[in-house]
């Protein structure tokens, strides 16, 4: 006989309390599908002794001597402690008697963050900025002119941007970038076909598909599927005329194993389906013989999902070289994936990630993503949390996490459980925020935590000291923008959320009737009277107004940041993504009402820079 798990000890918390003071508990069937998702079979977790975590200038005692081996290759001797002049990095300590070697964190301990910071910014989805140029889906051409524009002309200091996370190959194409087949690297949906190498040498044999590319941009939804195609046999044009490049070659060398993983699982994605669990059961997990036979057999077409990330990563170089771009981080990743197929062992299997029950949600939120396992996390030594959030730094300025509180907690629905019904569990928060501050150090970039929802107050206070700015939303606050908080990025609402034509008009409201939803009046009024009391314009005000005024309001706030929609910028009533449907709303489809080329010379774009100037 085992001993009996102790729930508190792998790290579920007993109890928790929601956004209106009501205490909840979990019950029993929720503790035992957890502890069963964990693999949980003794009384407490076994202490992982890969890991040690340093903080800069801590001269840690080690339990034995050994030798230090330096991120950059040197080495030297060490006894009794760590020295005191060990630089931020990842470093490996090997024990003089043997035995397993450990990784070495050394941190700054807080995010990169400049004092002086005071900017605003546009919020774009980017999918939905189209140009003459593009085949159906913004691209990263379009956000490069986009991001020039918006510093050149408006005097924006920031793009935020929707997650560029890659998608698995094939149709249906998934349409929301916060289900994605990996967060490590991105869709090559967001590739300017006409920026790749060797597409000026092909232009003949390339016209016919740029030309009905361009010819989806017609229809105010995006149809990602048919831009899928288009885009797939002229990069695969352009893949057979390849005649190599040593930036090429230098990137699959930096990305190493990670980047032949990705581009094997892309190849058998697309000859055996998206779902892995449906594979044979020796192609079913990346250590197989069997896959890594697959790979050399398959090796021109790894190659060539290799050559798309590479091609991605220089875009997006390009674009970010314009303007400091802020990467938006999703919380998770479709479970049937290339990261959940590339890290099922530190996966918990079988659990989603979600929000207890709130007043927007009263039956709570299944967001459908696996959660990293705490346990298995910290046995790995964390490498799979470090090339997540280094992937999202990479050509950025900045990087918001989605749902920020599952650094420190996350709300786990085990199998055959209601939402409403599922419970937190612990994560090694400061370990996790060390990383964090490490990588974005090393970038020189700053961090935004989403920080919206059920957040515990040592939440809040704990990101504040690490110098992760908060996120304060016009929506939910019930103070004046001049009470915001200094270290934060101010915005009136999200992608989630009604944009303020949505509110003013009443279209928002009338879209979720029409949607089969039902809205509800009080929150649709307490909006309007926010809009009224923020910018002191009565009920028959111009749309036009109400917006200019609403922003100018918001970058009253001493919040370091303060960021505007597009949608808002140009009036759109429809918000981006609606809540509780599926096929009801066009989520994450709907393409911005005017070209890039128009939005440029469109004068309330100026009018809202105007009223955002700080």
Request: with cysteine; charged share 25%.
């Amino acid at each position: 006989m085992g001993e009996t798990p102790q729930p508190a000890a792998w790290g579920i918390v007993p109890e928790y309390w929601d956004m209106g003071g009501t205490r909840h508990q979990p019950g029993p069937a929720t503790i035992a599908g957890i502890l069963q998702a964990m693999g949980a079979e003794a009384e407490r977790p076994s202490p992982a002794p890969g890991v040690l975590m340093v903080r800069r200038g801590d001269p840690r005692p080690i339990d034995a001597p050994g030798e230090l081996e330096t991120e950059d290759g040197r080495r030297r001797p060490v006894e009794d402690r760590l020295p005191a002049d060990l630089l931020p990095g990842y470093h490996t300590l090997h024990p003089r008697q043997g035995g397993a070697s450990i990784r070495v964190i050394v941190s700054p301990g807080t995010c990169f963050l400049r004092d002086d910071l005071r900017t605003w910014g546009l919020a774009l989805q980017l999918y939905a900025l189209r140009s003459r140029h593009s085949w159906g889906v913004g691209d990263l051409a379009d956000l490069r002119r986009f991001a020039g524009f918006a510093r050149h002309d408006l005097g924006a200091g920031m793009t935020l941007l929707n997650p560029l996370h890659a998608g698995t190959p094939g149709v249906p194409q998934q349409p929301s970038p916060y289900f994605a087949s990996s967060r490590e690297f991105r869709n090559p949906l967001y590739l300017r076909v006409d920026e790749v190498p060797g597409a000026r040498r092909l232009r003949d044999r390339l016209r016919a598909l740029g030309e009905a590319g361009r010819r989806l941009n017609a229809a105010r939804v995006i149809d990602r599927d048919a831009a899928y195609r288009l885009k797939l046999e002229a990069l695969e044009t352009l893949w057979g005329d390849f005649r190599g490049d040593a930036r090429f070659t230098a990137y699959c060398e930096r990305e190493g194993d990670a980047l032949t993983r990705y581009g094997t699982f892309c190849v058998l994605a697309e000859r055996l389906g998206p779902q892995f669990r449906r594979w044979p059961p020796e192609l079913r997990h990346p250590a197989d013989p069997a896959v890594e036979a697959f790979t050399r057999a398959n090796a021109r077409r790894v190659d060539f999902h290799r050559w798309l990330q590479w091609l991605l990563d220089e875009q997006l170089q390009r674009a970010g070289a314009q303007l400091p771009l802020i990467a938006d981080l999703a919380v998770g990743v479709d479970p049937d994936g290339a990261d959940a197929w590339a890290l099922q062992d530190v996966l918990a299997s079988g659990v989603r990630v979600g929000a207890p029950p709130d007043a927007f949600s009263p039956d709570g939120q299944d967001w459908g993503v696996p959660p990293f396992d705490p346990w298995k996390l910290r046995q790995a030594a964390y490498e799979p949390f470090i090339r997540i959030v280094r992937a999202a730094f990479r050509s950025a300025g900045g990087v918001r996490l989605d749902h920020v509180m599952g650094l420190f907690r996350l709300y786990w629905i085990p199998p055959g459980v209601a939402a409403s019904e599922g419970a937190y569990v612990r994560y090694p928060a400061s370990d996790l925020l060390d990383i964090l501050a490490l990588e974005s150090t090393r970038a020189g970039a700053l961090v935004v935590g989403e920080d919206l929802g059920t957040v515990e107050d040592e939440t809040r206070a704990e990101l504040a000291r690490r110098r992760v700015l908060s996120y304060r939303l016009l929506w939910f606050e019930d103070r004046p923008p001049e009470a915001y908080p200094l270290a934060a990025l101010a915005a009136i609402t999200t992608h989630d959320l009604p944009t303020v034509a949505g509110v003013w008009t009443g279209a928002d409201a009338r879209a979720q009737v029409a949607a089969g939803l039902r809205p509800s009046p009080g929150a649709e009024e307490a909006m309007v009277r926010r809009l009224q009391e923020v910018t002191g314009l009565p009920r028959e005000a111009p749309v036009g107004d109400v917006i200019a005024a609403a922003y100018a309001a918001l970058a009253r706030a001493p919040s370091q940041l303060v960021a505007a929609t597009v949608e808002d910028a140009l009036a759109v009533e429809e918000r981006p993504n609606m809540p509780g449907t599926t096929d009801e709303w066009p989520n994450w489809s709907l393409a911005l009402p005017l070209t890039l080329e128009e939005i440029m010379r469109d004068p309330r774009l100026r009018r809202l820079s105007t009223a955002l100037a700080r």
